[in-house]
């Protein structure tokens, strides 16, 4: 969804670098994920937030940390990077309520570290 | 957590043939959602399944959410290369929100 825009969409870095993901949604949703993609290994979530005070982690978030500046903002940041942090990174977004809902995904990042 | 398994992995067809992924849990659901990731995109989403023995119909797409809720199938009549992608999975359990996404199917059609 053009609603959802990841910066940037390809970098290349190094091991022990830092780095920064960021996500921005215009879509007024209040839930925001990170996942992580590899080949063969589907979706796997990072961290989730369901809104600007609300912080969440998932199945892999060692490594990872997450900030949620704004309802409209969700950043990603990988304190020292390593080799096997390299994939293809989604944020999503869904509207909130007491059921699971849509998400709505960004194009993604694709992330290699040298 | 939640496990999943979605299968087949791949599945390669020739174009007008039928399509079928799988999605097995060994623990009851409250919903699933169903999404397709076209090569170099993002998933998207198709359609959540809730009640238990529910079959939705989307043009040339079936869904089916078991009577036990605990598996659930993604069926293609007549695939076309426009259905071309990997087909997830996405199910919920218990109280949670968060969807857990199976590991996809790829579908390959051959002209």
């Known amino acids: 969804d053009a609603d959802v825009t990841q910066t940037p969409r390809n970098r290349i870095t190094k091991t022990g670098k830092r780095i920064m993901l960021e996500c921005s949604q215009t879509?007024?949703?209040?839930?925001m994920y990170w996942y992580r993609q590899d080949p063969g290994l589907g979706l796997r979530l990072i961290y989730y937030?369901?809104?600007?005070?609300?912080?969440n982690k998932g199945e892999i978030s060692d490594g990872y940390s997450v900030s949620r500046q704004a309802q409209a903002k969700f950043s990603l940041s990988l304190e020292s990077a390593i080799p096997n942090q390299t994939a293809l990174y989604f944020c999503?977004?869904?509207?909130?309520?007491?059921?699971?809902?849509?998400?709505?995904f960004g194009d993604g990042t694709r992330l290699s570290i040298l | 957590g939640q496990q999943v398994m979605q299968i087949p992995q791949y599945q390669h067809v020739q174009e007008g043939e039928d399509f079928t992924t799988y999605c097995n849990s060994s623990?009851?659901?409250?919903?699933i959602q169903w999404y397709k990731q076209r090569p170099g995109g993002h998933p998207v989403f198709l359609i959540q399944?809730?009640?238990?023995?529910e079959v939705k119909k989307q043009k040339r797409l079936t869904f089916q959410f078991g009577e036990a809720k605990k598996n659930s199938s993604l069926h293609i009549t007549a695939t076309q290369t426009t259905d071309v992608g990997t087909y997830f999975c996405?199910?919920?359990?218990?109280?949670?929100?968060?969807?857990?996404f199976g590991r996809g199917t790829s579908l390959i059609v051959h002209p």
């Open positions: 399944l809730v009640k238990s023995g």
């Open positions: 996405a199910p919920t359990s218990g109280g949670s929100y968060i969807p857990t």
């Open positions: 999503a977004t869904s509207v909130g309520g007491l059921r699971n809902q849509p998400q709505h």
């Open positions: 879509k007024g949703h209040d839930r």
């Open positions: 937030s369901f809104d600007v005070k609300d912080i």
């Open positions: 623990t009851t659901l409250s919903n």
